[in-house]
């Protein structure tokens, strides 16, 4: 009897250190109560996941990955020129990337679009939200690629500075605004 009250005592202090230590890694319930407002759409997925290691490509053609941008947090919008919500939602993402320049935030918009003409038209779209850069993926694998893959566009992954998934949005929302702002300062503020 006392062996097994010493057994239930120890496996008890074991799921005492291993609760603290995954919220200390992975605080989502830190997040959880910032899903409101424009950010109640925001979906905190049933594991930190890594980013997909596949490649999209910044302004010059150079190969980037998400992980690319580990120890920043990672603003990663996933969108189209033929997507109404998304050229709706992107003069936000531009106004939340200038909120945070110089920050160990980064704002990825990552055009979807296929085609010369299509990706032409994607490259001016973002030369006029500024500060945003131009990134595509011009083979439209990156939605596929993400565990879940994403629900449709627009799509929001948010990383933390350890280069995990912390939240997703699916369809367009306010990036510019408090609530936002306040996901965002919490993950920048983790270590």
């Known amino acids: 009897m006392k062996w097994s ?8 202090v074991a799921a005492v250190v291993y609760i603290m230590a995954q ?6 319930g830190g997040l959880k109560p910032l899903a409101k407002g424009e950010m109640a759409k925001l979906d905190f997925g049933s594991e930190a996941a890594a980013p997909p290691a596949n490649t999209f490509y910044d302004a010059r053609g150079a190969p980037r990955r998400i992980s690319d941008f580990k120890g920043k947090v990672v603003v990663l919008n996933l969108w189209a020129t033929w997507c109404a919500p998304c ?21 990825l918009a990552v055009s979807i679009d296929k085609g010369d003409d299509a990706v032409g038209k ?6 006029t939200h500024k500060p945003l850069d131009f990134y595509s993926d011009p083979n439209g694998k990156l939605p596929f690629a993400l565990k879940p893959m994403a629900a449709g566009a627009p799509t929001t992954v948010i990383y933390g500075r350890d280069g995990t998934e ?7 929302t306010d990036w ?11 993950l920048a503020g983790e270590s």
């Open 5 to 12: 009250l010493w057994g239930v005592g120890l496996a008890g």
């Open 122 to 127: 994607a490259r001016a779209f973002i030369a």
């Open 166 to 172: 912390r939240g997703r949005v699916s369809g367009g």
């Open 176 to 186: 510019s605004g408090p609530d936002a702002r306040a996901v965002i300062d919490r």
């Open 87 to 107: 050229v709706i939602e992107m003069p936000t993402l531009a106004r939340l990337a200038q909120a945070y320049a110089g920050k160990p935030v980064v704002v």
């Open 23 to 28: 919220a200390s890694i992975h605080p989502a």
